[in-house]
């Protein structure tokens, strides 16, 4: 049998998204309608691969994936299971910064600094599943409490799933409230840490580059897609991460 031209264009960069994402499309929307509750039993790898005519292994990795992110539960010798949505009662509940401010009883204000489309490099495509050279929208705002800037926002953004972020007021509202909006939240990845900061955080929080700052890592999930991912700078002597599990 003839083998396909190099140049014939393969499904995903033809457009037609990958199977294993409309296999997590389909469970999340499942259990965002409500149609599966947290410890219900979900239909079997094989079923799933029957359903949508893959190989097992593509049903695999969709379960497998949507496990590692806390969405399903995986029981060896007994099933898949709806997990505990535990993402809404952590650290990372995902508040906005203007809610946190507000919450202490301080004023809050932002200031965009930047907003472009920009193509994605191996590093971000990486991070949202897509093919090099995919449009992302990327956004940086300077978030102050009172009169202190107190976060620096660093997002880039699908634009799948967030087709109107580039029309967005910042000024009115804050990315987090925008894309909980219209890209409900189905999981989140996130790391904490230390560094110290590149000379252009250090100029817009006010601090020394000598001066660590506390470093927020999160990658948000929706609808089997990568919605967004953010680094979130913070001056270490003016904030603090709170929560608990």
């Given at each position: ?21 409309r296999i997590k499309a389909h469970v999340l929307g499942q ?141 009115r509202t804050t990315a987090n409230e925008y894309l909980m ?65």
């Amino acid at each position: 049998m003839p083998e396909h031209p190099a140049s014939a264009q393969t499904p995903e960069r033809a457009g037609v998204q990958p199977a294993f994402k409309r296999i997590k499309a389909h469970v999340l929307g499942q259990i965002q309608a409500g149609h599966w509750k947290e410890g219900d039993a979900i239909p079997s790898e094989q079923v799933l691969a029957n359903e949508f005519g893959v190989a097992r292994m593509t049903a695999n990795r969709a379960l497998r994936e949507l496990s590692d992110d806390r969405i399903l539960l995986r029981v060896q010798g007994s099933g898949t299971y709806v997990a505990q949505q535990r993402f809404q009662s952590t650290l990372l509940e995902i508040h906005s910064i203007a809610e946190e401010i507000h919450a202490r009883g301080h004023a809050h204000r932002s200031e965009l600094q930047r907003l472009e489309r920009v193509t994605a490099d191996e590093v971000a495509a990486a991070d949202f599943e897509l093919a090099a050279g995919q449009p992302l929208f990327r956004s940086v705002v300077l978030h102050f409490e009172d009169a202190l800037p107190i976060q620096v926002e660093d997002r880039a953004v699908n634009p799948a799933l967030a087709p109107d972020y580039m029309q967005l007021d910042f000024s009115r509202t804050t990315a987090n409230e925008y894309l909980m909006r219209v890209a409900p939240l189905a999981g989140v990845r996130y790391c904490i840490e230390a560094r110290l900061p590149p000379p252009e955080i250090a100029a817009m929080l006010q601090i020394e580059e000598s001066q660590p700052s506390l470093v927020l890592c999160r990658k948000t999930l929706s609808r089997g897609q990568v919605a967004s991912v953010a680094t979130l700078w913070h001056p270490a002597d003016r904030y603090q991460f709170t929560g608990g599990f």
